[in-house]
T-cell receptor, first 115, second 113 residues
Framework: DAGVIQSPRHEVTEMGQEVTLRCKPI?????LFWYRQTMMRGLELLIYFNNNVPIDDSGMPEDRFSAKMPNASFSTLKIQPSEPRDSAVYFCASSTGRTYNSPLHFGNGTRLTVT | AQSVTQPDIHITVSEGASLELRCNYS??????LFWYVQSPGQGLQLLLK??????LVQGIKGFEAEFKRSQSSFNLRKPSVHWSDAAEYFC???????????FGTGTLLAVQP
């Protein structure tokens, strides 16, 4: 299995631009999670999906952030407009079940820099 | 609310020495506990997990962790550290009611030759 695949690995953009991060979960995994990692706040859960349906988006920082999962093999996290404080590493993870009885499989992350 | 504390931000050990990374959790009932490792530029990889039963759990790469309810701790140990173990280690907890895995702030491990 190729694991969770995220693209791009690095993204540099200017403030105000739209940014789209992409994720392909492991085939057969029906849970997908988006996390953000920063030095100041550590790893934060932004949103998670079950069977392509958003279940909990309470971690999404504000309306500038949106996430979609149009099918079982693809998800996007969009920031519009982007701001310098959005600079972070964004991870996608997938699992076969609820977190407490199955481990998360993480992608290698997208390092976003907003100037 | 559940939370995780990793009191050591940075630890340096010599290769071949033993290692213990501390983790304390806050949760009213028995939590589900995890240790993950993150190598530079990589995502997190699961080392081991505790759900119930034997309080000493074995993981990959020769790591083990012990759940101590009386101390609300889940410390990670390895008897002999290898240079390839240099990475950042995260403890995480889930109370079971939600899918919100709460991570600690991480401990960065450096290994001296």
């Amino acid at each position: 299995d190729a694991g969770v695949i995220q693209s791009p690995r690095h993204e540099v953009t200017e403030m105000g631009q739209e940014v789209t991060l992409r994720c392909k979960p492991i085939s057969g995994h029906d849970y997908l999670f988006w996390y953000r990692q920063t030095m100041m706040r550590g790893l934060e859960l932004l949103i998670y999906f079950n069977n392509n349906v958003p279940i909990d988006d309470s971690g999404m920082p504000e309306d500038r952030f949106s996430a979609k999962m149009p099918n079982a093999s693809f998800s996007t996290l969009k920031i519009q407009p982007s701001e310098p404080r959005d600079s972070a590493v964004y991870f996608c993870a997938s699992s076969t079940g609820r977190t407490y009885n199955s481990p998360l499989h993480f992608g290698n992350g997208t390092r976003l820099t907003v100037t | 609310a559940q939370s995780v504390t990793q009191p050591d931000i940075h630890i340096t050990v010599s290769e071949g020495a033993s290692l213990e990374l501390r983790c304390n959790y806050s949760y009213g009932a028995t939590p589900y506990l995890f240790w993950y490792v993150q190598s530079p530029g990589q995502g997190l990889q699961l080392l081991l997990k505790y759900f119930s039963g034997d309080t000493l759990v074995q993981g990959i790469k020769g790591f083990e962790a012990e759940f101590k309810r009386s101390q609300s701790s889940f410390n990670l140990r390895k008897p002999s550290v290898h240079w390839s173990d240099a990475a950042e280690y995260f403890c995480a907890v889930n109370g079971g009611a939600t899918n919100k895995l709460i991570f600690g702030t991480g401990t960065l491990l450096a290994v001296q030759p």
